[in-house]
């Protein structure tokens, strides 16, 4: 009787070991389909994202030559005279109705708030009548402006479309707006050659828009970079 019952004790222990092992190759065949699934899932990932950046890439209109601008805002008397004081410097901010320089007897003030951009004139400079004494921008108004070549795509563009566009400062950071110019007539002065046939190529601005309280870091004259999802 002894025997038999250490026969089945044997056994019984030679049965569990290999249930042992048995669970353990089970662990590892769950943790491999684990391995393989997310293998698969970030494969369809990666393939839906190319698919998406090759989509969008063939609807868009790729902008090069692009910066972040708003428009000049010059101060100036209304008679000639002496500039006597200059109470700001480039980079002030300044509020409406702000007095930054006197010309004569005239006090310049601003009529919007924002940053000043030029005030170098020494004091004593004479200015005539509508000369610029102070210039300034409101960053309000500030656009991701792109200068594109009529035949690059200018035609498929249209006010209301969605952009996206990047900063150089900023590296490979997405920003987005809205198409809310297209200039229409060329820029002055800014032609280029078709080499091919010696023709000229006239350049256009498109302006976009976006919520200048989401990017308070963009500057006004930063290089920038504009894709237009048109049509």
Known sequence: MADKSTRTE????????????????????????????????????IAGAIFAYLTVTNRSVYIDKSDIEAPEIDLSASAPGVLNDMFVKAGDKVAADQVVARVGDQLIKTKVAGIVTKADAAVGQSYNAGQTVVAMIDPSQLRAVGHIDENKGLDRIHVGQYATFTVDAFGSKQYSGI?????????????????????????????????TSLYPELKDGMSARIWVQAQ
């Open 10 to 45: 044997k056994e019984v222990r030679k049965i569990e070991r290999e249930l042992a092992r048995d669970e353990k190759e089970l662990k590892r065949l769950r943790l491999s389909v684990r391995g393989l699934t997310a293998l698969v899932l970030i494969g369809l990932a």
């Open 179 to 211: 198409v809310d110019e297209v200039s229409p007539e060329a820029q002055s002065g800014d032609v280029v050659f078709n080499i091919s046939d010696k023709r000229q190529e006239q350049v256009f601005d498109v302006k976009v828009r976006y919520d």
